[in-house]
């Protein structure tokens, strides 16, 4: 099936199957490796072992086939939370945590939002049209014609290009230009390199969440959840933020210039936040700069007269 698209030679082609789901009407979370958060719900809302409508294969069965680098074909519209960490060897399923190489995703219909929301490898290829927000995500020149071509953001920063050619924005050395008119969540989720991306305009849900490494800067607002989990590296939003800014928050750096919401640094454990005003969750509560916290403000290209310390 792969050779009819193009992509690889019939020796490739005989080694990498492809599996299909049919989707008469969209279908929440498939290819979703985290099975809609499956660790809140425990099971009640998704299971890996429920059938996928319409098809003889489960949930699970998609994901692991991806896993072991096959394609997935679907047959008409998705619904939302498409390929979810898709690429994310994730603990709670007795995974380490890390990126993982995968197969790639198409489908030949819609796609609705949260498309590849915190992805990490693999590429999704899309006939139709990708509802807003979707995930962390860039378009690249597609190699498959009559599709668009999606990459995860981060495995751009941690892979290269390989070949691939930016739709909307740059990749120069180790910075990430996006400048693509989008709305997205989860910009750069998981990124763990000495690199940084500036997205021009204005983000949504969890941007930054459970990176390591590098900077995210965003030049325009953010939604709920900026900062969630983070756990090094350095999240600039130039803008404000909405509520649960630094929820769960492991280390780090937050730079936000202007409001940071309600309930600030909820749960957080270590780390700097800086911002110019916020509700923070006690024990987290307001504190005064000192001259390392102005500098490193100035450094950002910010005037740190009315940022305030959260901790």
């Known amino acids: 099936m792969l050779n009819l698209f193009g992509r690889k030679s019939d020796e490739e082609s005989q080694k990498k199957e492809t599996l299909v789901v049919e989707s008469p009407e ?46 997935i074909r679907i047959n008409g519209n998705t619904g939302h939370r498409l390929s979810s960490s898709m690429g994310v060897d994730l603990k709670y399923f007795g995974g380490k945590g890390n990126d993982i190489p995968v197969g790639d995703v ?22 139709g049209k990708v509802s807003e927000p979707m995930g962390n995500l860039v378009e690249v020149k597609t190699d498959v014609k009559g599709y668009k071509k999606f990459r995860s953001i981060t495995d751009v920063i941690h892979q290269g290009l390989n070949g691939d050619k930016l739709v909307s924005g740059q990749l120069i050395g180790n910075k990430l230009i996006i400048d693509d008119k989008t709305v997205k969540d989860t910009v750069g989720a998981r990124l763990n390199r000495e690199a940084e991306i500036i997205f021009k305009g204005n983000v949504d849900l969890s941007t930054g969440i459970l990176m390591r490494k590098g900077v995210v800067r965003i030049n325009g607002s953010a939604g709920k959840n900026s900062g969630a989990l983070l756990n090094g590296g350095t999240l600039i939003i ?50 005064s700069l000192s001259s390392e916290d102005r500098t490193l403000i100035l450094n950002y290209g910010f005037n740190p007269q009315d940022f305030k310390k959260f901790y």
Request: proline share 5%; with cysteine; aromatic share 8%.
């Open 106 to 127: 198409y489908v030949d219909g819609d796609v609705d939002t949260r498309m590849g929301i915190s992805m990490a490898q693999g590429n999704i290829y899309v006939k």
């Open 26 to 71: 969209p279908v929440d979370c498939l290819c979703d490796f985290t099975f809609n958060f499956h660790w809140q719900h425990k099971g009640d809302k998704l299971d890996p072992s429920w059938k996928i409508p319409h098809n003889d294969l489960t949930f699970g069965e998609v994901v692991e086939h991806l896993k072991k680098g096959g394609d």
């Open 238 to 287: 130039n803008g404000d933020t909405d509520d649960f800014t630094a929820i769960d928050m492991i280390k780090g750096k937050i730079i936000i210039n202007g409001d940071a919401g309600k309930f600030l640094a909820a749960n957080k454990k270590n780390g700097i936040i800086l911002a110019k005003k916020g509700r923070p969750i006690p024990p987290a509560e307001e504190n």
